[in-house]
């Protein structure tokens, strides 16, 4: 029960939030996910048009303590993060790699605006 | 108009009295260290925290003891405990042979820059410190893609200069540095104490223990320092694991750093 407390005070249900950081390189949107004591097939990877959730298991299970008002102390067992993307993108052409811990996913964004011919002289 | 000036004032109060550049601001605490020309290094959080790791596995794996402590208001009100033991976080360390480490645990907020720098330098000076060398990063967009980073010095004087080509240390030829180490450099100038600053390639935002190698091998090459970095790159999941909520920190630090230095960047041109 006292577990089940401490685990909802903690981050996503228990899960482990891993460092991110989001470019925007203008056709596309490239997110990178630091997953250290994660292997290539533990990550689960799931986007939508306006949303990317990544999951992945780590290799071993990490105790975290940290002093605050109270004292906070769980073992981790995963990784899970989901972000709200910028602007809507084409899941069905994201690509991702995976080198060295750092997850690299690139989604190509839905081309919302096209160039209109004027005409007349 | 008159609630304006009153803002103003009210800004500048705060400025002055909370962030000036009063020293009493920043207290080093520390054990008499003197030694003969000590040679000071220096691993604040930074980008990649290329320098608290560097500084942290240094202290540990050649049994640097402990010496001292620098306390300030500027700091956020974080302690840490090590084996039970609560600890300042901005520490002193040195060995037998008068090498002095700086280690921060903390990010080191901006207004906390000039006062914590300008207070170092002063003690470098007390100390007659003969160099002074700092830990850092410089970010590449293509982190992901070098195995082997490189790493690159900038030195205050002709003479740092002259000691990082003696020990086949590129210099920087163009380019910025933010943050904590540059006004370190210009304070040792003012004050004739040779400083230089090791950057190795790195990511931005997340702990790379492979950049905090390659300016340990800098380092080795500029002070005949040996040390083995086998374990260091051994533990480099842990130490990314663990770094994590430091690096969070240190990333909001520099993004608010960032803001305050945008609009007065350099030209630059070559």
């Known amino acids: 029960m006292r577990d089940g407390i401490i685990d909802a005070m903690w981050n996503n249900d228990g899960y482990l939030e891993p460092l991110y950081e989001e470019e925007d390189r203008g056709g596309e949107i490239v997110i990178t996910f630091a997953l250290p004591y994660v292997d290539k097939k533990e990550i689960e990877v799931y986007a939508t048009k306006e949303t990317l959730e990544v999951m992945a298991s780590m290799r071993k299970s990490v105790c975290w303590e940290r002093w605050g008002i109270t004292q906070r102390k769980i073992t981790f067992k995963s990784f899970k993060k989901q972000i709200r993307l910028p602007e809507n993108v084409n899941p069905d052409g994201a690509t991702a790699e995976f080198k060295n811990g750092i997850l690299k996913i690139t989604l190509p964004k839905i081309k919302e605006k096209s160039s209109i011919k004027i005409s007349g002289k | ?270």
Not at chain 2, 50 to 70: P, R
């Open chain 2, 1 to 270: 108009m008159e609630r304006i000036t009153k803002k103003m004032k009210d800004i500048y109060k705060y400025y002055t009295e909370d962030t000036g550049y009063t020293m009493e601001k920043i207290k080093i605490v520390e054990e008499g260290i003197q030694f003969e020309n000590p040679v000071v290094v220096q691993g604040l959080p930074d980008v990649g925290l290329v320098g608290t790791i560097a500084i942290s596995y240094l202290v540990g794996k050649l049994n640097f003891k402990e010496v001292g402590h620098i306390e300030s208001k500027l700091f956020p009100p974080i302690m840490v405990v090590h084996n039970g033991e609560l600890k300042n976080p901005v520490r002193i360390y040195s060995n037998e042979e008068g090498l002095i480490a700086i280690l921060s645990e903390v990010a080191i907020p901006p207004s906390a820059v000039y006062p914590l720098a300008e207070a170092l330098v002063e003690w470098f000076e007390e100390k007659d410190v003969s160099l002074s060398i700092s830990l850092t990063g410089f970010p590449v967009a293509n982190r992901l893609d070098i195995d082997d980073p490189s790493s690159i010095g900038v030195g205050n004087s002709k003479e740092a200069i002259s000691r990082l080509k003696e020990a086949e240390i590129d210099p920087m030829l163009e380019g910025f540095i933010v943050g904590m180490y540059p006004v370190m450099l210009e304070e040792c100038k003012k004050r004739g104490i040779i400083a230089i600053s090791l950057l190795a390639q790195c990511f931005p935002s997340y702990p790379d223990p492979e950049a905090a190698a390659a300016v340990i091998r800098s380092l080795q090459r500029l002070t005949k320092l040996d040390i083995d970095l086998n374990e260091l790159l051994e533990k480099g999941e842990e130490i990314k694991l663990k770094a994590r909520d430091l690096m969070r920190q240190t990333n909001a630090a520099i993004a608010e750093m960032q803001r305050n230095t945008e609009q007065s960047m350099p030209i630059m041109y070559g």
